[in-house]
């Protein structure tokens, strides 16, 4: 039986702990955006305001650049956005088409112009496929690929093995040949580890805790964790 696909989505992070019971990155089970606002002459520009909006559920989180022109939206959930950025004396600046993954952080840099009149300056591009901020070794499954390829048993952590480099390990996962007793499982960036060796919850009872048509796409890191 296929369940209805809800409005609750849920996004996860795999990751394999080697030496450390618990070492997340700021961004786990979420992403983030971040940048610089400069001037024409490339100086930073404090205080201006900076929105980010989420195109897919309308939310948007105002924020305003530090001394040195930066600001960074973090936690945000997957998805399309849109931000803008708005500082008197300078034109409006708007990028659009910003598609943000889970685990993914995203440098969006503005230089703004001088007002002349009432002025918006619009950039729209498509999101780079390389992620130039990010370290770790990752494997994304998207959620084309969570409904769309065969899984035995609806399981949607089975997918973990499509990642280079994983293996079962006596009903648990192996990274790099190392035991599954030491992966750390969260989603939506809280712990969903059961009580002992570090094992998912629900691994062993039927129904899984969560249905594969709750889940929207989720993120297997083998190493390189950030700070």
Known sequence: MRFKKTTVVVRATIALLAFSAGLFAQTAGSGAIAGTVTDPSGGAVAGATVVVHDVDTAADRSLTTNDAGIYSATFLQTGNYEVTVSKAGFSTAEHKGILLE????????????????????????????????????????????????????????????????????????SYRGISGLYNNNSVDGANNNQAFFSEARGRSTAPYTYSIDAIQEFEVSSSNYSA
Do not use: H, M, Y
């Open 102 to 173: 889970v685990g993914r952080s995203i440098t969006i840099d503005f230089a703004l112009t001088v007002q002349t009149g009432t002025q918006t300056v619009t950039v729209t591009s498509e999101t780079p496929i390389v992620d130039t901020d990010k370290t770790e070794v990752s494997q994304e499954v998207t959620q084309d690929l969570v409904e769309n390829l065969p899984i035995v048993g609806r399981r949607w952590d089975n997918f973990v093995l499509l990642t280079p480099g994983v293996t079962t390990d006596g009903g648990l996962v």
